[in-house]
Every structure is written in C-alpha cells, then in structure tokens.
C-alpha cells in the first residue's frame, strides 16, 4: 500500500485506488458541517420567533423538530443525493463511499449517522477518535457498522499531466504492481508536500540509488517510461 491508498476489485475485475481520509481533514470538514448546521438552527429560530404570538408552545415545538432532522438528517441527505459528500467533505474533496468502492445508499447512511451518538462519546467524538486511529482504514463505529470509508475524490485527478523529463528505463525488472505504485507516486506527489514525497521516494533507494529530490526525479522519469514515453 502507497501511503493511505488501497485497492478495491469489483466484481467486473477493474481495480479501484481509494485514498482513505484520515481523522485530521475529517475533523475540519466535519467543523464546516457544524457551522452551517448552526447557521440553519439560527435562521429557523428567528423565522419561527415572527409566529411566537400565535402560540408559543406550537412554535417551540416546530423548532424541536426542524432541529432534530436537521440533526440526523443533513448528513444523510448529502450523502445519499450528492455523491456521497456533505457541503463540508465537498469543500476539502471528500466523500463517503461502501467498502467496495460503489455509492453509498439509505441504509449505509442512515446507519453510520444514527451511530455518531454512540461515537460522539463521552465527549467531542472522544469514542469516535480512538477507534479512527486504532482502525487502518480510519473508520469509526459507524463506518464499521455501515461498512463504509470516508476517501479523497481523485476523479478530478485522472487526466494529470506527469512531469516533463526525459524518461528513464529500469534497469531491474519490475512487476506490474512496483510500475504501478512508481506511477501513482508521481501522479500524486503535486498533492504531498516536499518533505512528504520526499519521504515516500527515500523507500525506493535500493531501485533508484537515489535520495532526496534526486529520488524523486529519479521515480518520475521511471514513470514517464512505464507510460510509454520515450
């Protein structure tokens, strides 16, 4: 596995790269979702404080309501509706999908949303943090429950445009696999940061003889031959 990036078969025999979420962008989507929800919650109150004449215990009411499914519906509404993502994981490039990769439907949704009080425990999603950094794949109760993962949405990623170097062969033979995961390296190394790819490059030494930022230039003139530049 390259980073936090996993392979999913479908039943047709194609391989899905998923690049799962960790809990940090998780977190600052999630905060983005609460400011908007406080912003409904706000807007509802004042327009329903216009009819608090008429009656008040009516309008009190109303508010629980709008409140409660705003609550426990806002989510599930965006992911079913809108590609698997809340206006906060649009924002940062995120989505909820099913463990194989597909959409995810009402029951995945409802399911992971409704387990978010148990998650939220005792406090601040303490319960929910733990298991996310315990669970490889950064899931919480109610992904493990729902069978779903929070990913990166690369699909805006699949015409990228690999570096303009020279390319290079190998000079060991290498299985698909290794071509494969150089190539993903260069296709995502302009969404890492420096010391980050530098990193992930350093690994390869023994391939490349390389470290550093020669490591790096060394893996995308690799990739540049393996994509039939010559």
Not at 120 to 142: A, D, H, Q, S, W
Not at 170 to 178: A, G, M, N
């Amino acid at each position: 596995m390259l980073d936090t990036t996993q392979t999913v078969e479908t039943p047709e025999g194609i391989d899905l790269r998923l690049r799962i979420a960790g809990p940090t962008v998780r977190s600052f989507a999630w905060i983005i979702d609460f400011g908007i929800r406080v912003a409904f919650y706000v807007v509802t109150a004042i327009v329903l404080s216009m009819f608090s004449i008429i009656s008040g215990e009516l309008v009190y009411g109303l508010l629980l309501i709008v409140l409660f499914l705003i609550e426990w519906f806002y989510p599930v509404f965006f992911e079913v509706y809108n590609q698997g993502a809340t206006p906060g994981k649009r924002s940062l490039n995120l989505r909820v999908v099913n463990d194989n990769g597909t959409p995810v439907q009402w029951s995945g949704s409802v399911l992971r949303n409704l387990l978010r009080s148990v998650d939220f425990l005792p406090m601040f999603y303490g319960v929910g943090v733990i298991v996310t950094f315990i669970n490889p794949r950064f899931k919480r109760l109610g992904d493990l429950a729902a069978g779903t993962v929070v990913i990166y949405d690369d699909q805006h990623d699949q015409n990228r445009v690999l570096p303009d170097i020279p390319p290079m062969p190998p000079t060991t033979k290498l299985t698909l696999d290794e071509q494969q995961a150089i190539v993903s390296f260069t296709e995502r190394s302009a969404d890492l940061t420096e010391e980050r790819a530098i990193e992930l490059a350093d690994i390869l030494q023994p391939l490349t003889g390389e470290k550093g930022k020669e490591a790096i230039t060394h893996l995308n003139r690799l990739s540049n031959w393996f994509l039939g530049a010559r």
